[in-house]
Nanobody, 111 residues
Framework: VQLQASGGGLVQAGGSLRLSCAASTSINSYRMGWYRQPPGKQRELVAASGATTVYGDSVKGRFTISRDNAKNMVYLLMNSLKPEDTAVYYC?????????WGQGTLVTVSS
């Protein structure tokens, strides 16, 4: 599976962005998610959608993950952005113990 993330950019604090992830194959059976890696920090889970939907504690209530299986697309709507949301955001796909990563898209939130 090849994953192509897009939609990153520079936004002011309090603003919104929507990230998109295009998969090269059907994602029906995959757990799809978004991870992020802030500067100088480890990669962390942002949100994932599979049998259940989960969110990282720091984004609950602000971010929403959605998927369109018919289009092989996954989205991340990010509202009320904060400077600490600045990171490279990665699209992720998992089927059992097989994982795939996209190339990442940079989100920068200015204060």
């Amino acid at each position: 599976v090849q994953l192509q993330a897009s939609g990153g950019g520079l936004v002011q604090a309090g603003g919104s962005l929507r990230l998109s992830c295009a998969a090269s194959t059907s994602i029906n059976s995959y757990r799809m998610g978004w991870y992020r890696q802030p500067p100088g920090k480890q990669r962390e889970l942002v949100a994932a959608s599979g049998a259940t939907t989960v969110y990282g504690d720091s984004v609950k209530g602000r971010f929403t993950i959605s998927r369109d299986n018919a289009k092989n697309m996954v989205y991340l709507l990010m509202n009320s952005l904060k400077p600490e949301d600045t990171a490279v955001y990665y699209c992720h796909a998992q089927l059992y113990d097989i994982e795939y990563w996209g190339q990442g898209t940079l989100v920068t939130v200015s204060s």
